[in-house]
């Protein structure tokens, strides 16, 4: 990672964020179309990302061909490959089409979802999806918003631990 570009930051220029868009999208599809052939898990040991990058922050952007360079070089043998088909640790879900072009959208528009004076739509959607999931389950109306329940999604098993352990807590003290 070098500091070699002397083009100056500019804020979001929609044709330099289209054509590059589309390269980091290539990137990302090499990527998933070669995962088999890296190691599950990282190699590298502690300390080994320092080593390769600058000692100070570079004064320039690097172009968008040497930051994929670096990211392909220093951080994906870093990585440990979660979505690779010979990790058998974890049933992944959230590396589907889907789900990248979800996430597109959102960091796109920006959205933080904290509630619903930080974002409307996405917790009116996120009640609407709660309660298709509960009806695609048959659960009872008192288990959907729509009903007199509700719940929320969580992006992972540990924080819905947690959330469950919090509620047991709270149901303990209030008893």
């Known amino acids: 990672m070098g500091s070699a570009s002397k083009k100056t930051f500019l804020p979001l220029d929609p044709t330099s964020f289209t054509n590059e868009s589309k390269a980091v999208i290539d990137f990302i599809a090499d990527y998933y179309n070669n995962i088999e052939k890296y ?3 990282s190699r590298v040991e502690p300390g ?3 080593a390769k990058l600058p000692e100070s922050t570079p004064n320039c952007p ?3 061909e040497d930051i994929l360079k670096d990211v392909n ?5 870093g990585l440990t490959h979660w979505q690779s088909p010979n990790f058998f640790g974890y049933f992944q879900s959230n590396a589907s089409t889907a789900g990248f ?4 959208l959102c960091s796109g528009f920006n959205v ?8 409307s ?7 609407l999806l709660v309660d298709w999931m509960g009806q695609m389950l048959m659960l009872p109306p008192s288990f959907l918003f729509s009903g ?3 719940g929320v999604l969580h992006g992972s098993t540990c924080e819905s631990v947690v959330c469950t352990l919090a509620a047991a807590r709270d149901e303990a003290v209030d008893t």
């Open 101 to 104: 072009l979800r996430e597109m």
């Open 112 to 119: 933080v979802g904290f509630n619903w004076i930080s974002s």
């Open 39 to 41: 190691p599950v898990q």
């Open 62 to 64: 690097d172009s968008l």
């Open 121 to 127: 739509a996405a917790t009116e959607l996120e009640s």
């Open 148 to 150: 007199t329940g509700g």
């Open 48 to 50: 080994y990302l320092p």
């Open 73 to 77: 070089d220093c951080i994906i043998p």
